[in-house]
């Protein structure tokens, strides 16, 4: 079992930024982050495989938001910039993922709120 804490989430203007972080409790995977909000899906945002090397995005994100991460700390981090009211959701960590879809384990899930 791999527990999941994220943090950084928060209220931010259009265009402004936010750093999400996630803390893993231990095992070496692909990490990263899906979203859901207005009423939609569950959506891949953002991966990174365990030793960073390869990185993948969602093309509503690319240019804009950086998964990256310290596997020193066991945390992987999504830096959002230029962010737009239609990135409101909650966003949630997920450890071992598989095809960018699913994932073995999930975090509780951080709201992030884009007012315009």
């Known amino acids: 079992q791999v527990q999941l804490v994220e943090s950084g989430g928060g209220l931010v203007l259009a265009g402004g930024s936010l750093r999400l972080s996630c803390a893993a409790s231990?095992?070496?995977?692909?990490m990263g982050w899906f979203r859901q909000g207005g009423g939609k899906a569950r959506e891949f945002v953002a991966s990174?495989?365990?030793?960073?090397?390869?990185?993948y995005y969602a093309d509503f994100v690319k240019g804009r938001f950086t998964i990256s991460r310290d596997n020193a700390k066991n945390t992987v981090y999504l830096q959002m910039n230029s962010l737009k009211p239609e990135d409101t959701a909650v966003y949630y960590c997920?450890?071992?993922?598989?095809?960018?879809?699913?994932?073995?384990?999930w975090g509780q899930g951080t709201q992030v709120t884009v007012s315009s």
């Open positions: 231990g095992g070496k995977s692909a």
């Open positions: 997920a450890f071992g993922i598989v095809a960018n879809s699913k994932a073995d384990f």
């Open positions: 990174i495989t365990w030793t960073g090397d390869k990185k």
